[in-house]
């Protein structure tokens, strides 16, 4: 942890890239440029997404890869880096399909995903939306989208088929020092769980205590059940000793300063229970999150990738900006306690 800050701090690579490809030595380089700046300015860790593979490839090889691109990056002086990771499961990689043999490619793509959270970051957390697949709207066998109730009735026996394939993957993880945190995302980009009630909810139901969840500032204020329940449910999840991610990150999911994010709630209700790091979470516009996200605002250019842009906001500037601003808050958050 930096001498300046009571808290880690970490941040997102979505700023660069979804993909670190790591068999790809000469990209590593550029990704070991951006860890070795935003070190500099005083992050202490770094969130990288784990990009999903052809099914054909074999998950061994994946972690092996991970394992060559932790060495190249302990080699340029980043053994001290910290890592999180981000997952995601996919409409072939489903833990809550009701078929076994596809829970069973489930459940060995995330323990594959558990293999590399471990390998680059050790004691570490494994993010993101890797309960029900990201993006995979259900439909009727006429075709037709399934919302509302008929969405929330569907996802019943969904959750229930995934329950003892995720108390298996919690095993596994615990077993390796890796803590789940499910990620709710909202609604427009994904199905349930888009509230972290209901993520909540689905972890009670299970045997095993080491899932837990991801509270993510851009989600609570896009799609949550406003400021009563947001504290319930921080007050749950802390209860249980369940509250293992904070992401900060603005509504657009642009630059964290001067952004709308509700400073006042969220750290007068999470900084007393947290004490895992916060993560600074900007989405750039760049593939493939410039058409996915339907981004209309310019890219911030990536130093080393991209073009100068004479008076455009660089990454590295907006990294900067948001570390001095989540500073600016938690120290003004402390302050207040005392």
């Known amino acids: ?9 970490f941040f997102s690579f979505f700023m660069f890239t979804a993909d670190l490809r790591p068999h790809d030595s000469g990209y590593a380089q ?7 700046a935003l070190t500099d300015m005083g992050y202490d860790g770094f969130d990288v997404h784990i990009a999903s593979q052809p099914t054909t490839v074999d998950h061994k090889l994946e972690v092996d ?17 910290k890592f999180t990771t981000n997952v995601g499961t996919t409409r072939t990689f489903d833990l809550t399909s009701p078929y076994e043999e596809q829970r069973r490619q489930a ?6 995903r558990v293999d590399i959270t471990r390998v680059l970051g050790g004691d570490s957390i494994m993010s993101g939306p890797f309960l029900y697949p990201y993006g995979v709207f259900p439909v009727t066998d006429a075709n037709e989208p399934i919302w509302s109730d008929a969405l929330q009735d569907w996802m019943k026996s969904r959750y229930h088929a995934a329950r003892s394939v995720f108390e298996d993957l919690s095993e596994y993880a615990a077993a390796r020092e890796v803590k789940l945190a499910i990620e709710p995302v909202k609604s427009w980009e994904t199905p349930p769980p888009n509230m972290v009630s209901e993520a909540l909810d689905f972890l009670e139901s299970l045997e095993h205590t080491q899932g837990g969840v991801t509270i993510d500032t851009a989600q609570v204020v896009m799609e949550s059940q406003g400021p009563s329940i947001f504290k319930k449910n921080v007050a749950r999840a802390a209860q249980q000793n369940r509250l293992h991610y904070v992401h900060i990150s603005a509504p657009d999911r642009g630059a964290v300063k001067d952004s709308w994010i509700p400073w006042d ?3 007068n209700e999470i900084e007393p229970v947290y004490d895992g790091p916060y993560l600074i979470e900007v989405f750039n516009a760049i593939p493939p999150f410039d058409s996915s996200m339907r981004m ?12 100068p842009v004479p008076g455009g906001d660089s990454a590295y500037d907006v990294a900067r900006a948001a570390l001095e601003e989540l500073r600016s808050h938690t120290t003004s958050s402390r302050k207040g306690s005392e």
């Open 1 to 9: 942890m930096n001498a300046t800050s009571e808290r880690d701090v």
């Open 65 to 81: 890869s991970y394992i060559g691109l932790k060495k190249a990056f302990d080699q340029a002086g980043l053994r001290e880096a």
């Open 107 to 112: 459940l060995s793509y995330l323990k594959s």
């Open 296 to 307: 209309a605002r310019r890219r911030f250019w990536r130093p080393g990738e991209d073009d």
């Open 265 to 267: 709630i969220v750290l």
């Open 30 to 36: 550029t990704l070991i440029k951006h860890l070795k």
